[in-house]
């Protein structure tokens, strides 16, 4: 009996994705274009947005002569970003330096032990959920007006996506690795070190990248709340937006807007060069 059902051509449905750019302008034009015609979509709804507005209220969104002449052509409010800037680095990476490793270790301890994980996980939803505001009082309370509770908000900002993201790449470790290495006789360190740490650190990179770039935000935010010392990016803009100098507060907008940029690409080509060889969360090469 022969057989009469139609055959499905399966190959009419495989995925055809686009081909990576093979020419050094190609990759140049891949690379810079997306983010420039975005900008300059960015930059067109900013100018629709301000010719809305009444010709009183157009000084809070200064056109681009504006921020020139009163900002971006002035040494000395190049000068004053240059050192707000380097405060607001110095808090962000002192926060990510307490967030990272406390995050990496209480990953690990919640693969190691699951009870730990029913124990801790809500916990971490909740403090990711409790508004700043909330809390801003109980800090000024106890740690005062100064440094170290600007660095505990960029904590409290940075540190849920750290344990989370860690403790999902553990959990996707292929089991026919870990009984390869309980056949040999592994220990439970031999195995983290050796298999749950390198498979698990896309996920983890992606964390940093996630907390990285939430790090300048936050010590920018701290800086609303807390004033005393030498302020950063965040002083700056409570001090323009006092004197109505929109212009510098616009200035220390992309400043914070920059260094927030900067320090997720530095995780994101560090990721990219650990994993190129081998995983495919990095950039791909043509």
Do not use: C
Request: aromatic share 12%; glycine share 6%; charged share 10%.
């Amino acid at each position: 009996m022969t057989d009469i059902a139609p055959k499905i051509r399966t190959e009419a449905y495989a995925p055809t994705p686009v081909a990576p750019p093979k020419t050094p302008a190609q990759k140049v034009m891949a690379t810079f274009l997306p983010p420039l015609i975005m900008g300059v979509i960015v930059v067109v709804t900013y100018w629709l947005v301000r010719e809305s507005l009444p010709a009183h209220r157009q000084f809070l969104m200064p056109s681009a002569i504006g921020m020139w002449d009163k900002a971006l052509s002035r040494p000395e409010v190049w000068a004053e970003l240059g050192s707000r800037s380097l405060t607001t680095l110095i808090i962000a990476l002192t926060g990510l330096a307490f967030s990272i490793p406390i995050g990496m270790a209480l990953g690990i301890i919640m693969f190691r032990f699951y009870v730990m994980e029913r124990a801790v996980y809500p916990f971490l939803v909740a403090l990711q959920s409790i508004p700043i505001m909330a809390i801003i009082p109980l800090i000024q309370s106890a740690l005062g007006f100064g440094f170290m509770p600007k660095v505990l908000i960029v904590i409290l900002f940075t540190f849920f996506a750290i344990p989370t993201t860690l403790l999902l790449g553990l959990k996707s470790l292929d089991q026919g690795v870990l009984n390869l290495f309980r056949l040999q006789g592994a220990s439970w360190t031999t195995m983290l070190w050796k298999a749950g740490l390198p498979s698990s650190a896309p996920a983890l990179f992606a964390g940093f990248r996630i907390s990285t770039s939430m790090a300048v935000i936050a010590a920018v935010t701290s800086e609303l709340f807390f004033m005393a010392g030498r302020g950063g990016l965040g002083q700056m803009l409570v001090n323009a937006k006092t004197d109505f100098k929109y212009e510098q507060m616009y200035a220390a907008l992309i400043a914070s807007a920059s260094l927030s940029i900067g320090i997720f690409v530095v995780f994101t080509l560090v990721g990219n060069k650990i994993f190129a060889s081998w995983h495919e969360t990095a950039e791909r090469k043509s």
